[in-house]
């Protein structure tokens, strides 16, 4: 079917969000982390990423909607 990812069943976005949370868990379970904190990057290193992301104007995503902005929401909630 359609839009599955790992059977998990919801709306689209909820399946998104357990399809995340299943990767990070099997991760986590063969010792990888999964927060850029871990590997040392904090705030001023996601603000280089963002600043070079919007510098070239590229746009990500299937819809092309996931815009430096985007990218920075991401990057912060990995911290």
Same mark, same amino acid.
């Given at each position: 079917m359609p839009?599955? =990812?790992f +059977?998990?069943?919801?709306?689209?976005?909820?399946?998104?969000?357990?399809? =995340?949370?299943?990767?990070?868990?099997f991760f986590?379970?063969v010792?990888?982390?999964?927060r850029?904190?871990?590997? @040392?990057i904090?705030a +001023? @290193? $996601?603000?280089?990423?963002?600043?070079?992301?919007?510098?070239?104007?590229?746009?990500? @995503?299937?819809?092309?909607?996931?815009d430096?902005?985007a990218v920075?929401e $991401?990057l912060r909630?990995?911290?």
């Open positions: 839009g599955e =990812v +059977g998990n069943a919801g709306s689209d976005d909820e399946k998104a969000e357990a399809a =995340v949370e299943r990767t990070e868990a986590e379970s010792g990888m982390p999964t850029l904190g871990s590997y @040392g904090g +001023g @290193g $996601i603000k280089r990423v963002v600043d070079r992301f919007a510098q070239s104007g590229t746009a990500l @995503g299937e819809n092309a909607d996931i430096a902005a920075g $991401i909630s990995r911290l």
